[in-house]
């Protein structure tokens, strides 16, 4: 890379839409002229999942806005961009066609490149633009509606070590809260409720820890969940606030376990590959929680592998990893065209069939 690179990123494959502009200069860490994020919350909380059809319509009323505001926030016009990147998939298709027309729209009446990304390359480069990890690291991506463990060689290269086969650890966290009556967003509820009890109350499955391999699974934990609460209402006439303590304790503390383990064959696996610096990444909603945080920086400190847990608001869907992403990716001499196509379903590594998780926020790869 030679010249700075200001690259306009779009990102709307699920309930945020989101546009940012960044400025990728060789051998310096990014930096994010805006990022500007419009979540849709309020207007799916109603059906207890995001709707696809709303979830779009709201895309293709706020991408415009959203781009103009990055842009002003960035003191910048076309004029001074050099590409602009956006999410072609994997995510909800509607969502998706809307970012991809609106950066075509872009591409074709200011003569900007193209550059398709997608999303989960959008997370998994995050730590490059936080923080400028080298090639090759190892990236957990744990959210409502992903979880992937990946070795990352390249901007357009990765190995994908293992997924959920079933729910993400978001939506396991989001499912309890909403057995136990606590309140939306669930995983920082229960991580507050769980911070109250004992871990050791209840014993909760650790899925799949007795199969090989790094693929995880959480649907069976959320009904062991419901089981044990029932179980507990018949005993003790209702939920008393120590049990509801308890059992978030109990469920967190299989989740960590899991996800420590499965990190630990995915680091005994990459660790011999890595070369002298090895560097382990977390990012995804679910990475803000402590407990899971603290399991994860444990065992990078007893491989000596490099801890990086990039800030929330960028393990979060963002428009600025898309932009990352791109510049990336355009250094790497990628161009798209009007033929560009958006794809509900992405695999990152391209030589392992697609996960069949599916999370409540969309099919992803
Ligand atoms: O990455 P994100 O904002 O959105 C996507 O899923 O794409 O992640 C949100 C998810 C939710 O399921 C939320 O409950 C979970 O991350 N989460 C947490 C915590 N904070 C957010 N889970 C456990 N502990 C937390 N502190
Ligand atoms: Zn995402």
Redesign the pocket.
């Known amino acids: 890379m030679i010249e700075p690179l200001t690259i306009l990123g779009l990102e709307s494959s ?1 309930d945020d839409t989101a546009a940012a502009v960044v400025r990728v200069s060789p051998n310096e860490t990014a930096h994010i002229l805006s990022s500007v994020v419009y979540g849709q919350e309020g207007l799916h909380s109603a059906f207890g999942g995001v709707v696809p059809e709303i979830a779009a319509r709201a895309h293709a009323e706020k991408l415009d806005l959203c781009v103009k505001q990055a842009l002003i926030e960035a003191d910048c016009s076309f004029g001074s961009l050099d590409a602009v990147a956006v999410t072609a998939g994997p995510g909800l298709i509607g969502g998706v066609m809307s970012g991809v027309m609106c950066a075509k729209g872009i591409s074709a009446g200011t003569g900007l490149p193209l550059i398709a990304v997608n999303h989960l390359a959008g997370h998994a480069l995050t730590p490059r633009l936080t923080d400028n990890v080298a090639y090759p690291y190892l990236m957990l991506l744990v ?4 979880c992937q463990i990946l070795i990352v060689h390249g901007c357009d290269s990765f190995t994908r070590l293992g997924g959920t086969i079933d729910d ?4 396991a ?2 499912k309890t ?1 909403r057995l136990l009556g606590l309140p939306r ?4 509820a ?2 507050r409720e769980a911070d109250l009890g004992n871990p050791a109350s209840y014993k909760f499955p650790r899925p799949l820890l007795d199969r090989e391999g790094c693929d995880m699974s959480f649907s069976g934990l959320k009904t062991a969940l419901l089981r044990t609460r029932d179980q507990v209402i018949k005993e003790n006439g209702g939920l008393k606030p120590l049990d509801r303590a308890n059992l978030c304790a109990g469920f967190q503390t299989a989740i960590t376990d899991v996800l420590v383990e499965k990190t630990r064959r995915a680091l005994d696996i990459y660790l011999p590959t890595a070369g002298r610096n090895p560097g382990f990444a977390v990012a ?3 990475a ?3 407990t ?1 945080r603290a399991g994860l920086e444990t065992i990078c400190k007893e491989t000596g592998t490099a801890f990086f847990a990039p800030p929330i608001a960028l ?3 963002n428009a600025a990893m898309i932009a990352f992403a791109g510049a990336e990716l355009f250094v790497a001499g990628q161009r798209n065209d009007m033929t560009l196509a958006a794809r509900p379903r992405w695999p990152l590594d391209r030589s392992r069939p697609a996960l069949l998780g599916s ?1 409540k ?1 969309g099919a992803k790869a």
Do not use: L, Y
């Open positions: 699920c959210s409502g509606g992903h993400a650890p978001g939506e966290f989001d809260a967003p669930g995983g920082p229960v991580e995804g909603g679910v803000a929680n402590k899971i393990c979060t869907d999370g926020k």
